[in-house]
């Protein structure tokens, strides 16, 4: 038996993964004195209503080499093999204390880099699923995983500029001209790093920013999975982004998965931002 793992930067929640079958170690994240298991006892929504209240923003610790010495243990213990698809490493340390914990178990562990974080590399994740549903071989679905993943596009258009102003993305300045002049700017993850990639004045200019860059990648090839985003606690944004961009997803808008984004993108993002994740044709 194949058994797949990820961390809570795919911004799934516990209750979704015991629904797939995928096993799942939360990040740990820290509102002052109070530390909560990401998308176990701390909900997403749960997240975003205490980030809007804080005056700070919380900490998260990434998952060290014991605790992942522990769940693999744990998942290959009835001679199960485990597959790891992890938090781009060059977001996080994560991923080379998973690959220093897999050391010990003789090949039966495979450690992924996605590359990605958030609903980037929650796709990558589902196509592990899927190849796992077809019966590939552990070595098949990681190799397979690492072709794959380069293809990916994560997209995300923020609405506000003040958490990026928060965690010290940039200077309180840039934030407050932003501000004034409702600049949104569009992000991704290129090269397993968060990248700005654009920059609009108004909703409806960066909505149209984004819909280009997507067209600009190829379009996305909805064979195989695809996801899109939003934070805060209310999708109204998303929901106007797929009317207004209905050409991008033509016989599918009826149909078109999204999940509320977790703490790791979302402590940077703030509420109301929305990002799509699909592997480009």
């Known amino acids: 038996m194949i058994k797949i793992l990820t961390d809570s930067a795919a911004d799934f929640e516990q209750e979704e993964a015991d629904k797939l079958n995928l096993s799942f170690l939360p990040i740990m994240i820290r509102f002052g004195e109070e530390e909560y298991a990401d998308g176990v006892n701390l909900s997403h929504r749960e997240f975003f209503e205490k980030l809007i209240e804080s005056d700070t923003l919380p900490q998260t610790s990434q998952i060290n080499e014991y605790r992942f010495a522990e769940r693999f243990a744990e998942l290959t213990s009835d001679g199960s093999e485990v597959l790891a698809v992890l938090l781009s490493s060059r977001l996080s340390g994560t991923y080379y204390c998973a690959v220093n914990a897999a050391k010990a178990f003789g090949g039966k562990v495979r450690v992924v880099d996605s590359l990605n974080a958030c609903i980037g590399e929650q796709i ?13 071989l552990l070595n098949e679905i990681a190799e397979a995983l690492e072709q794959k993943k380069s293809s990916i596009q994560l997209l995300a258009v923020l609405d506000t500029l003040t958490y990026l102003k928060k965690g010290g993305r940039i200077s309180a300045m840039a934030a407050m001209a932003g501000e004034l002049l409702s600049i949104k700017p569009v992000i ?54 797929v009317r207004d961009s209905e050409r991008l997803f ?32």
């Open 124 to 136: 990558l994740v589902r196509y592990a699923l899927q190849l796992r549903e077809k019966g590939a």
């Open 188 to 241: 991704s993850v290129t090269d397993g790093e968060v990248k700005l990639v654009g920059k609009a004045i108004g909703s409806k200019k960066s909505n149209n920013l984004l819909t280009q860059l997507i067209e600009k990648c190829g379009g996305i090839d909805f064979s195989l999975p695809y996801m899109l985003g939003y934070s805060g606690l209310s999708d109204a944004f998303l929901q106007k982004y």
């Open 250 to 281: 033509a016989g599918y808008a009826d149909s078109l998965p999204s999940c509320l984004i977790g703490s790791t993108i979302g402590t940077h993002v703030g509420p109301n931002a929305i990002a799509v994740a699909f592997f480009a044709k």
